[in-house]
């Protein structure tokens, strides 16, 4: 019986193994992500664990508002120049909800008495208070 006879090309072989196994070892890890999802992105952002949100926004565009909430600079100033247009009549129906002594839900100028009385009573409320304001403008 013959025993074989070792190739040349053997050792070639068994060092190219070899460096399939090292290329593998060397193989590129997970890259973490800069960009923050989800529902605290705006909060790692704020803090400085992200770069941005998946909206773009960046930490210089956030803030947080008066009740603590991490918001977007452009959002709250957008909310506020709305609610003037509304700041009136907001003010005008807390103040008719007193002075009628209306405690609870009571759907505006809905189908209930009470409800079209609170209406009136918010409307000649916000009135007046613009008489008085275009009298003491002027």
Same mark, same amino acid.
């Given at each position: 019986?013959? !025993?074989? #006879?070792? $190739?040349?090309?053997a050792p070639v072989m068994k060092k190219a193994k070899? /460096?399939?196994? #090292?290329?593998? #070892?060397?193989k590129k890890g997970k890259r973490i992500s800069k960009i923050a999802r989800g529902r605290f992105a705006k909060a790692l952002v704020f803090r400085g664990s992200k770069e941005k949100t998946v909206g773009g926004l960046k930490k210089d565009s956030l803030m947080k508002n008066k009740r603590g909430k991490i918001v977007s600079k452009r959002a709250n100033a957008r909310g506020k120049? /709305?609610?003037k247009q509304i700041e009136?009549?907001?003010?005008?129906?807390m103040a008719a909800r007193s002075?009628?002594?209306v405690s609870g839900w009571v759907s505006l100028n809905g189908k209930t008495l009470q *409800?079209?009385?609170l209406y009136i009573k918010t409307k000649a !409320?916000?009135?007046a208070k613009r008489v008085s +304001? $275009? $009298? +003491? *403008?002027a």
């Open positions: 019986m013959a !025993l074989p #006879v070792p $190739s040349a090309a070899r /460096v399939a196994k #090292v290329a593998k #070892v060397m120049q /709305v609610y009136s009549w907001t003010e005008a129906h002075a009628m002594g *409800g079209k009385a !409320l916000r009135a +304001a $275009s $009298s +003491a *403008g």
